[in-house]
């Protein structure tokens, strides 16, 4: 790897940061354009690596307010499997119907609708989005407008006191400022209550060779990493497990001891440095065989379309440089119909294009969990001789210059 960068590790402050991928300047990728020729905001993407802690993120992250002040995707539009089991392992950890819960980032209010619905009742979520806010209060869910920083946990200590429950779920990946969470968690929490967080797990991004990172998320966790965090924040570890979510995903559960330590993972960062350089030196082949991919299947004269319009998605064609031989982009969201995609000004269609438009490969954008749902919709399409590959990781379907790609990088 190359020299250090002079920015700090947003988790724990070293100056070790290396380089590892430059994606260059991306647009945001909910930020769908309403017409082709529209003017688009970018910005320099490049993801450091953390030699000390072994955290992966942004080293140059776009700012928050301009991020998040309309969202765009609300959690109610997302399928989530994982739902019941989450909400079983708070209930194993022991947490009253009594509890005052507290969630960060609660988006639409989605998840504390559902452990009201469980006989919950005392439950207050923090949420920065305005759209996002206004869903959660037309649902009953009492939210905070605003970031989760001293501002918002004051006012919410003004209200409410302290929480016995504090819930993240995918909001630790979108945060700046690590400490300022730390110092949070621990202003908000009663000694002794309990944490559930929930990040993408970026081993499954190792693992599998997965480069759909985006803007929004500024860090990426694996379970030693996401460990140290809850350490620096005097969290004890009670359970970790991983789920496939939008990818796969890292729910860890513990308790707020208050007694602050500093883990030596050394032994497993070494490894993970293994495989973060041979994520960093397998990007050019990616990026080069899965153009070839795509031309293979252009020099049959076939029509090649794209199901799912995603941030993960956006990214990934927008790395690539696929567009060029993309059709259209479908989307059985009628909110993204008739938009754009970012940086790529694909157009988004509703799915009836598969067959109006005779597309032959369909590239499979939707989370794995909700694959086979897609192909049950459109078995038309597939009855016509149509194909979907996926292109989002942990999926089985993933075309074979990919899985070549994997099956070489695991077995270096």
Not at 367 to 386: F, I, P, Q, W
Not at 393 to 402: A, I, M, Q, T, Y
């Amino acid at each position: 790897m190359k020299g250090p960068f002079m920015a700090a590790c947003a988790l724990c402050s070293s100056r070790d940061v290396l380089p590892l991928i430059d994606f260059g300047r991306q647009p945001i990728a909910h930020n769908y354009l309403t017409h082709p020729l529209q003017d688009e905001y970018t910005h320099p993407f490049e993801l450091g690596y953390c030699s000390r802690c072994g955290l992966i993120f942004i080293i140059d992250p776009i700012c928050a307010d301009l991020l998040y002040e309309d969202y765009f995707t609300l959690s109610a539009w997302k399928h989530q499997p994982h739902i019941p089991r989450l909400i079983q392992m708070i209930e194993e950890a022991g947490v009253s119907k009594a509890a005052r819960i507290l969630e960060v980032g609660s988006n639409d209010g989605s998840f504390l609708a559902e452990l009201k619905e469980r006989g919950y009742q005392n439950l207050v979520g923090i949420e920065p989005a305005n759209d996002a806010v206004e869903a959660a209060r037309g649902r009953g869910v009492k939210t905070i407008q605003g970031f989760l920083n001293s501002q918002s946990c004051l006012k919410f200590q003004e209200c409410y006191g302290t929480c016995d429950l504090l819930i993240s779920r995918q909001m630790l990946e979108h945060v700046v400022d690590l400490q300022e969470f730390m110092n949070c968690l621990q202003s908000v929490l009663t000694p002794g209550g309990i944490v559930v967080i929930e990040v993408p797990d970026f081993r499954g991004n190792l693992v599998n060779l997965d480069y759909t990172v985006w803007e929004e998320h500024c860090n990426y966790f694996t379970v030693d990493s996401l460990t140290q965090l809850m350490a620096f924040s005097g969290v004890e570890i009670l359970h970790s497990e991983s789920a496939i979510f939008s990818g796969e995903t890292l729910t860890i559960i513990g308790r707020y001891t208050g007694k602050i330590i500093r883990p030596d993972f050394a032994g497993s960062i070494d490894m993970h440095r293994d495989r973060i350089v041979t994520y960093r030196d397998q990007w050019p082949a990616f990026r080069s065989k899965f153009a070839a991919y795509l031309q293979s299947h252009k020099d049959k004269g076939e029509n090649i379309a794209i199901y799912g319009a995603g941030a993960r998605l956006c990214s990934l064609v927008n790395f690539t440089d696929i567009g060029r031989y993309i059709e259209c982009v479908v989307d059985d969201q009628a909110e993204k119909q008739g938009l754009f995609l970012p940086g790529s000004k694909l157009p988004i269609v509703p799915s009836h294009a598969l067959n109006e438009s005779a597309i032959d490969l369909c590239l499979l954008a939707v989370n794995t969990e909700c694959e086979e749902m897609v192909l049950a919709k459109h078995s038309e399409y597939l009855d016509r001789g149509g194909s979907f590959v996926s292109v989002l990781p942990p999926s089985e379907r993933l075309p074979g210059f990919w899985k070549t790609l994997i099956g070489d990088a695991n077995a270096g």
